[in-house]
T-cell receptor, first 116, second 113 residues
Framework: GAVVSQHPSRVICKSGTSVKIECRSL??????MFWYRQFPKKSLMLMATSNEGSKATYEQGVEKDKFLINHASLTLSTLTVTSAHPEDSSFYICSASTATDSYEQYFGPGTRLTVT | AQSVTQPDIHITVSEGASLELRCNYSYGATPYLFWYVQSPGQGLQLLLKYFSGDTLVQGIKGFEAEFKRSQSSFNLRKPSVHWSDAAEYFCAVAHTGGFKTIFGAGTRLFVKA
């Protein structure tokens, strides 16, 4: 149980285009979802926290207009990187938690974004 | 402010040897503590967690961790390492006032034959 999927697993896009990453909780309802960014050989950096049906809460230094987060249902959150630039290339990981086990997060497998 | 410190950037152990990965945290109250493992290019898998109760926590894959309040530590141990344990290990602390989880910088484990 508690499986989280991400799609796509890898994506290459051209500079200036937008790319959407999906995060789905497959067998549970995720009241809260998190988006992290991980640089090579580095730890996870929390980008934003989203609750179903409400606006995401972004961490300091994360541009909300660049990284659009939508949490439209209890099983789906999306991260859209708008007007991508090479410096946006990174490994993006989502996680989800439930109302009954709110301090434990279930992680997706990650999405490798490369902007050329 | 909360913080998590993993003093060792990388550790190399021989297969079959014991392992201890260090983790220290800074937090005002009793934290919720986690250890995760990440294989290259993969997401994170939960090894074990501590919320309350017995300070020695058993996890998956033969791992255990001990919460020591006096030392603000939550070190991960395994009595006999297998080659498949080679990965990145992250210690994390959850904010009890919300959902935010702070991750340590990670420790890369190398296992030599």
């Amino acid at each position: 149980g508690a499986v989280v999927s991400q799609h796509p697993s890898r994506v290459i896009c051209k500079s200036g285009t937008s790319v959407k990453i999906e995060c789905r909780s497959l067998d549970f309802q995720a009241t809260t979802m998190f988006w992290y960014r991980q640089f090579p050989k580095k730890s996870l950096m929390l980008m934003a926290t989203s609750n179903e049906g409400s606006k995401a809460t972004y961490e300091q230094g994360v541009e909300k207009d660049k990284f659009l987060i939508n949490h439209a249902s209890l099983t789906l959150s999306t991260l859209t990187v708008t007007s991508a630039h090479p410096e946006d290339s990174s490994f993006y990981i989502c996680s989800a938690s439930t109302a009954t086990d709110s301090y434990e997060q279930y992680f997706g497998p990650g999405t490798r974004l490369t902007v050329t | 402010a909360q913080s998590v410190t993993q003093p060792d950037i990388h550790i190399t152990v021989s297969e079959g040897a014991s392992l201890e990965l260090r983790c220290n945290y800074s937090y005002g109250a009793t934290p919720y503590l986690f250890w995760y493992v990440q294989s290259p290019g993969q997401g994170l898998q939960l090894l074990l967690k501590y919320f309350s109760g017995d300070t020695l926590v058993q996890g998956i894959k033969g791992f255990e961790a001990e919460f020591k309040r006096s030392q603000s530590s939550f070190n991960l141990r395994k009595p006999s390492v297998h080659w498949s344990d080679a990965a990145e290990y992250f210690c994390a602390v959850a904010h009890t006032g919300g959902f935010k989880t702070i991750f340590g910088a990670g420790t890369r484990l190398f296992v030599k034959a």
